[in-house]
């Protein structure tokens, strides 16, 4: 069970991203994360964020760690592919394609 105050950080946090404050939307999220790091929703919103920032290394392991916390779940996998395809397209680095694949195969099951 999520504590309320860590889903009253999480509502903060989607109130900033929503204003495109970013940064201080990745900071209330990592609160959230130091009450309870394994609260997958904060684990997928910083993915998004560090994508919006600028910073696909920091998205790709936030979404990797989403579904090493709740392995079973197609969506997080889907996430993760997409993470991936943000991360190629940012460096350019063709290993994110092939995890992007990866990833997409695991949310279909395979």
């Known amino acids: 069970m999520v504590s309320p105050e860590v889903l009253a950080l999480e509502k903060e946090a989607d109130?900033?991203?929503q204003q495109n404050r970013w940064l201080e939307a990745i900071e209330v999220l990592q609160r959230a994360l130091a009450i309870d790091e394994s609260f997958v929703r904060a684990h997928?919103?910083?993915?998004v964020l560090y994508h919006r920032v600028g910073d696909p290394e920091l998205a790709c392991r936030h979404a990797e760690r989403a579904c090493e916390l709740e392995p079973t779940d197609a969506f997080n996998f889907t996430a993760l592919s997409v993470t991936y395809q943000r991360a190629f397209e940012a460096t350019g680095d063709q290993n994110y394609?092939?995890?992007?694949?990866?990833?997409?195969?695991?949310?279909?099951?395979?």
């Open 44 to 47: 997928l919103g910083l993915a």
């Open 97 to 110: 394609i092939y995890k992007a694949e990866m990833a997409m195969a695991r949310s279909r099951g395979a």
């Open 15 to 17: 109130a900033l991203r």
